[in-house]
Every structure is written in C-alpha cells, then in structure tokens.
C-alpha cells in the first residue's frame, strides 16, 4: 500500500509540474492581430513599451488597422498622459524629441481613423501658429486634456446624423476654434 501511495504521489507531482509549466509558457507575450485589432492589448503593450511590429506585413505603415467601430474604446484612453517609449511611426516623427503622452497618441491614432490617412507624421500636436516641429510649440499636458474633451464631443456629435439644418461649422472637425492642430 506504501508504494502505491509514493507512486501515486509521484505521479501527482509531475502531473501538478507540466500543468503549470503549460500555464506559464501560454501567459508569453500577447499577438496583436493588426488586421482586426483589440484596443486593450494595443494599449497594454504601448505602456509597456512592448509594441510588436513581428506578425506586420506592411513595413511602411506600421499601425493596426482600427476603423471608425474602434474610436470609442480608444477615446476611453485619451486623457491617460502616462509617457510611452515609443509609437509605432515613422522614426522622423521622434526627431523632434519631447515626451510621448498615451493620450496624445490615441488622438492621432482617432484623427488618422477620421481622415482615412496618417494624421501627421508625429503623434504630437503643436499650436496652430508653430512655424515648425519644435517642441516649444508642443502642447502641455492641459491642452491634451482639453484636446481630448474636444474629440469626446466631436464623436458624441457624429451619433446624429448631418442634416441640412446642420449649422455647426465645426461638425466633422475636432480641433476647430482650439489653436492646435496636426503638424
């Protein structure tokens, strides 16, 4: 009876081993499908600095490819400043330097949704009188702030549609009247 009982003890153990060396090797890194994108893991992996191009086929866009059904879960990260090492863009657009703000990305990441193209060739908004890419024309963390709850509204807006009776000038234009833009 004792060696059934080490021997089923034995068995057990190793049983118990390979169940959790299974658990630990499928926790490895997360793939994001860049053709049918999740907003969550996009971002987990922004922050974390873990951002993987490997399963992209595109090497001149290296974006997932969000659409318009995408925008709300993005703008839940829009006031989120938390300063990321880096964004998927081209590599001119760190040159300029200054910090890389989550929120602010995820903007450009919406704007680009809205005009169907790169929004600009950084994820860094500047003032709409900057004469250049310098980062004294970038925003401070207010103004992402108040950019963000520009956007908010804008896509609160377009659940009603547009009609003739549409006066507002700034319907389909997020940023109108706020002295910032795209550079």
Same mark, same amino acid.
């Given at each position: 009876?004792?060696?059934?009982?080490?021997?089923?003890?034995? @068995?057990?153990?190793?049983?118990?081993?390979?169940?959790?060396?299974?658990?630990?090797?499928?926790?490895?890194?997360?793939?994001?499908?860049?053709?049918?994108?999740?907003?969550?893991?996009?971002?987990?992996?922004?922050? #974390?600095?873990? @951002?993987?191009?490997?399963?992209?086929?595109?090497?001149?866009?290296?974006?997932?490819?969000?659409? #318009?059904?995408?925008?709300?879960?993005?703008?839940?990260?829009?006031?989120?400043?938390?300063?990321?090492?880096?964004?998927?863009? #081209?590599?001119?657009? @760190?040159?300029?330097?200054?910090?890389?703000?989550?929120?602010?990305?995820?903007?450009?990441?919406?704007?680009?949704? +809205?005009?169907? *193209?790169?929004?600009?060739?950084?994820?860094?908004?500047? *003032?709409?009188?900057?004469?250049?890419?310098?980062?004294? @024309?970038?925003?401070?963390?207010?103004?992402?702030?108040? /950019?963000?709850? +520009?956007?908010?509204?804008?896509?609160? /807006?377009?659940?009603?549609?547009?009609?003739?009776?549409?006066?507002?000038?700034?319907?389909?234009?997020?940023?109108?009247?706020?002295?910032?833009?795209?550079?």
């Amino acid at each position: 009876m004792k060696t059934f009982r080490n021997t089923l003890y034995t @068995y057990t153990q190793i049983f118990l081993f390979v169940l959790f060396a299974l658990a630990f090797a499928s926790c490895g890194e997360e793939a994001l499908d860049y053709n049918n994108p999740d907003v969550e893991l996009f971002v987990k992996q922004l922050k #974390a600095g873990k @951002y993987s191009l490997q399963n992209n086929t595109e090497s001149l866009n290296n974006m997932p490819k969000f659409t #318009a059904e995408d925008i709300e879960d993005l703008l839940e990260y829009a006031e989120d400043l938390t300063v990321i090492p880096s964004f998927p863009l #081209a590599p001119v657009s @760190y040159s300029a330097g200054g910090k890389l703000r989550l929120g602010e990305c995820i903007l450009w990441t919406v704007e680009t949704i +809205r005009l169907g *193209h790169n929004a600009s060739m950084g994820c860094k908004m500047v *003032h709409a009188d900057a004469e250049n890419y310098e980062g004294i @024309y970038f925003l401070s963390d207010e103004e992402v702030l108040d /950019a963000a709850a +520009r956007y908010r509204r804008w896509w609160e /807006a377009k659940k009603y549609p547009y009609t003739v009776w549409t006066i507002d000038p700034c319907y389909d234009e997020p940023l109108c009247g706020s002295g910032y833009m795209w550079w």
